[in-house]
T-cell receptor, first 117, second 115 residues
Framework: DTGVSQDPRHKITKRGQNVTFRCDPI?????LYWYRQTLGQGPEFLTY????????KSRLLSDRFSAERPKGSFSTLEIQRTEQGDSAMYLC???????????????FGPGTRLTVT | AQSVAQPEDQVNVAEGNPLTVKCTYS??????LFWYVQYPNRGLQFLLK??????LVKGSYGFEAEFNKSQTSFHLKKPSALVSDSALYFC?????????????FGSGTRLLVRP
């Protein structure tokens, strides 16, 4: 168990560019979550996957954001036409949820810090 | 709507003294409550959770938390603080009927333990 990993750890981009982040969850975990954390705030839920299905998206996830988990393993989060307001830490978390049992806690990766200039 | 409040932006305590980091919540039904810690440039690390049962839950690194249903609180405590406990602490709640199991976080409390 190597934990949740995210790549890259830091990304600096110019306004209007597209960026893509990757998250590798703990291998046996079937749920994967994306959160966004801005300075001085707690993480805010963006979206989550149960295996490869994206089951819920927050209102924070505008049309410029898209997330995938094609084979139910790693996930990508893409932001198109980045804006300065997208600057934040993007956190990925995973957990194992089965019918009637599972871990209640989520395990977080180190995050990708995005700076839009 | 579910929410979590951490009323203190920062808590200062001397090493060896007890510490308390406060958290209150608002959720429909019986809550699932969590504490996480965040070190600089790191992700969130799980400390402990309350799901049901004993109101006093014990977690990692000597931390514990007390669930108080009447006061809708879930304060984090440690009998003797260490300098290495200095970090950002987040309280989170999960609504019991939310099938997503998403976490709603407070704004965080910075704990500073002075030598």
């Amino acid at each position: 168990d190597t934990g949740v990993s995210q790549d890259p750890r830091h990304k600096i981009t110019k306004r209007g560019q597209n960026v893509t982040f990757r998250c590798d969850p703990i291998s046996e975990h079937n749920r994967l979550y994306w959160y966004r954390q801005t300075l001085g705030q707690g993480p805010e839920f963006l979206t989550y996957f149960q295996n490869e299905a994206q089951l819920e998206k927050s209102r924070l996830l505008s049309d410029r954001f898209s997330a995938e988990r094609p084979k139910g393993s790693f996930s990508t989060l893409e932001i198109q036409r980045t804006e300065q307001g997208d600057s934040a830490m993007y956190l990925c978390a995973s957990s194992l949820i089965m019918a009637g049992w599972g871990s209640y806690e989520q395990y977080f990766g180190p995050g990708t810090r995005l700076t839009v200039t | 709507a579910q929410s979590v409040a951490q009323p203190e932006d920062q808590v200062n305590v001397a090493e060896g003294n007890p510490l308390t980091v406060k958290c209150t919540y608002s959720v429909s039904g019986n809550p699932y409550l969590f504490w996480y810690v965040q070190y600089p440039n790191r992700g969130l690390q799980f400390l402990l959770k309350y799901i049901t049962g004993d109101n006093l839950v014990k977690g990692s690194y000597g931390f514990e938390a007390e669930f108080n249903k009447s006061q809708t609180s879930f304060h984090l405590k440690k009998p003797s603080a260490l300098v290495s406990d200095s970090a950002l602490y987040f309280c989170a709640v999960r609504a019991p009927m939310d099938s997503s199991y998403k976490l709603i976080f407070g704004s965080g409390t910075r704990l500073l333990v002075r030598p």
